[in-house]
């Protein structure tokens, strides 16, 4: 049987989450931050998600506030009893003068699944963005399954990044070739939306043997890296956070 759910949260300025709200397989929890940050930890709390489920997180970030969002262990795409997909949205809100740092553990992309996932976010003028995805393209010596991912940006009502990707058997082919990812099965990226950008641009440029800097126009910072496994591509994103937003 397949699940229908959402998570939802609310965070303002003076650092309260009015709206804290956990569903299905997501327990979202307030938990200890260091500096102006208010932290929330995605709790896993049940094997999710699998074939045909339908999941969801929600983000308000309303003016002002300062949001950190992370979670606890990796999300593990699995087949379900169903032979449909499964779907995961991620919904983000940041209002003027806010801050979001979205950094989540990795996505895995099991075999026999399929997912498609899609984050959507919508940015005032003045809001500050750091967003890290990674998926992990099957566990150890295993095939990946069917993975199908969508990032969507805007800032001010203007798009800032639209951009769709694929892997695994149900993918268009040539996904695992050398124009893609080359044999490797961890890929991710790191998006920073920084209104400093407008005026000191980033440079295009190889952050590492299979990484890229690439700045949007908006303002933003794309790095966009492909690794053996999960581990080097973390430090691979890890030092270009450093680099581009530290604390």
Request: hydrophobic content about 45%.
């Amino acid at each position: 049987m397949s699940l229908s759910a959402t998570a939802r949260i609310v965070a303002e300025a003076d650092g309260r989450l009015p709206l804290l709200e956990s569903g299905g397989p997501f327990a979202v929890r307030r938990t200890r931050a260091t500096g102006t940050y208010t932290r929330v930890t995605v709790v896993g709390a049940m094997s999710a998600p699998l074939g045909g489920d339908r999941l969801a997180i929600e983000a308000d970030v309303r003016p002002g506030a300062w949001l950190l969002v992370d979670s606890a262990a990796a999300t593990v795409a699995l087949p379900g009893r169903t032979t449909g997909a499964a779907t995961y949205d991620v919904r983000i809100t940041v209002g003027e003068g806010a801050v979001l740092r979205w950094l989540p553990e990795q996505l895995i992309s099991a075999a026999g699944s399929d997912l498609r996932m899609r984050t959507t976010v919508e940015l005032a003028a003045g809001a500050r963005l750091v967003l890290r995805e990674e998926q992990i393209l099957g566990r150890h010596g295993e095939e990946p399954g069917t993975l199908t991912t969508r990032l969507t940006v805007r800032r001010a009502g203007r798009p800032l990044l639209d951009q769709e990707l694929a892997y695994g058997p149900g993918a268009p082919g040539g996904w695992d070739g050398g124009a893609v990812l080359g044999g490797h099965r961890a890929t991710g990226q790191l998006l920073v939306v920084e209104p400093e950008f407008a005026d000191k641009p980033v440079e295009p440029r190889p952050l590492a043997e299979n990484a890229v800097l690439t700045p949007l126009a908006g303002p933003a910072a794309l790095v966009t890296a492909v690794a053996p496994d999960a581990l080097r591509l973390r430090r691979t994103l890890d030092e270009a956070l450093r680099e581009l937003a530290p604390l």
